[in-house]
C-alpha cells in the first residue's frame, strides 16, 4: 500500500518579514522531503523581505484551505506592529485551528495571533509578556510562558531570538526526526554540541536525517 502523499507547508510570506526566523525551520522541511509553499496576500504580488529579498508566493490567502496543508508558518515582520495589513493572516490562522491543522508563530506572528484572541485559551510565548499585554484584545496572559518555543496542541509559539527552538518545536509537531535525532539536531544548531555530530551522521547513514 502506497503512503498518502505529504500535503504542504505554508509559509506565509509578506512585505518585511523577517526571514532568517524561518530558515532552519524551511530548509531542515526540505531535505526531509516536506514540499514547502509560500502565500501571500496576491499569488501575482511579490512581497520583499526585511532582509532585502523578493519572493513571488505560490498562492494568494484566499485560496488557501487548512484541508490542503499540513501546516501554516507565520513570521515576524514589521508590519504587524505598524498597522493592520497582516490581520488576514492570523484571520487564516483562526481557521487552520479550528480545523485541528497546526499554526507556527514566532516574534510579531505571535502579536498578530493576541490580537484574533487564537492566544486567550492556550500556553504560549513571545518575545516578552508586556509586548502581548499592550496588544488589544488579549485576555491570554494567564496562559504566558517564560520559554524558547512552546507547544499547546497545534499551536507553536516563540520570541524572535529562538529560531532554533521554533524549528525544534516544528519538526517535533510534524514527526521529521526521531526524538534522538531531534534532542542532536537541537544540540547541534541551538548549542554547538560536538557530540551531537555523530548522532546526526548516523541518522543521514540510516535515512533518518
Not at 56 to 80: H, K, M, V, Y
Not at 92 to 112: D, Q
Amino acid at each position: 500500500m502506497s503512503e498518502t502523499p505529504r500535503k504542504p507547508v505554508h509559509l506565509a510570506v509578506y512585505d518585511t518579514y523577517a526571514d532568517w526566523e524561518t530558515g532552519h525551520t524551511t530548509a531542515h522541511l526540505t531535505q526531509r522531503g516536506h514540499v514547502v509553499r509560500t502565500v501571500g496576500i496576491g499569488a501575482a504580488q511579490p512581497v520583499t523581505t526585511m532582509g532585502g529579498l523578493r519572493v513571488q508566493p505560490d498562492l494568494a490567502l484566499a485560496d488557501l484551505r487548512p484541508e490542503d496543508s499540513s501546516l501554516l508558518i507565520l513570521t515576524g515582520a514589521s508590519l504587524w506592529d505598524t498597522s493592520e495589513e497582516l490581520a488576514p493572516f492570523a484571520a487564516k490562522a483562526k481557521e487552520f485551528l479550528a480545523a485541528g491543522v497546526p499554526v507556527a508563530a514566532i516574534c510579531g506572528a505571535t502579536a498578530g495571533l493576541a490580537r484574533e484572541g487564537l492566544l486567550d485559551g492556550r500556553t504560549h510565548t513571545s518575545g516578552a509578556s508586556f509586548y502581548l499585554a499592550g496588544q488589544p484584545g488579549y485576555g491570554g496572559s494567564d496562559h504566558y510562558v517564560e520559554a524558547d518555543a512552546v507547544t499547546d496542541g497545534d499551536l507553536i509559539t516563540a520570541g524572535p531570538t529562538e529560531p532554533v527552538a521554533f524549528a525544534r518545536e516544528v519538526f517535533a509537531r510534524l514527526d521529521v526526526y526521531k526524538p534522538d535525532v531531534l534532542d542532536a539536531w537541537y544540540g547541534l544548531f541551538h548549542d554547538s554540541d560536538p557530540d551531537a555530530y555523530p548522532v546526526l551522521m548516523a541518522a543521514s547513514a540510516a535515512g533518518d536525517a
